[in-house]
């Protein structure tokens, strides 16, 4: 029987553990924004709240967050690993 020297082996994973994780902190971001993005609904369906559908929220920080969070991926998905 011979041992295998894991050092010598190369790793057949695509991305590394550090990859995986910013993919994973990315995808909350995203999520994050959407939900930011979607709000609350009005009290009484026929009468429009510019209030609430124009709110900061809605239109400035979820679209940062959205764009924030593809970069995040981007970045994921182009980084080196360090174990290849």
Sequence with gaps: MQKEN?????SN?????ENY????????VLALGFVLMAGGKSQDPKV?????????TRITIAPILIIAGFMIEVVAIMK???SN
């Excluded at 994780?21 to 909350?28: A, C, N, Y």
């Design 6 to 10: 894991k050092e010598s082996t190369p």
């Design 13 to 17: 994973n695509l991305f590394g553990k």
């Design 21 to 28: 994780l910013l993919m994973l902190v990315g995808l909350g």
């Design 48 to 56: 429009f709240d510019p209030k609430e559908v124009y709110s900061v």
């Design 80 to 82: 080196k690993s360090k």
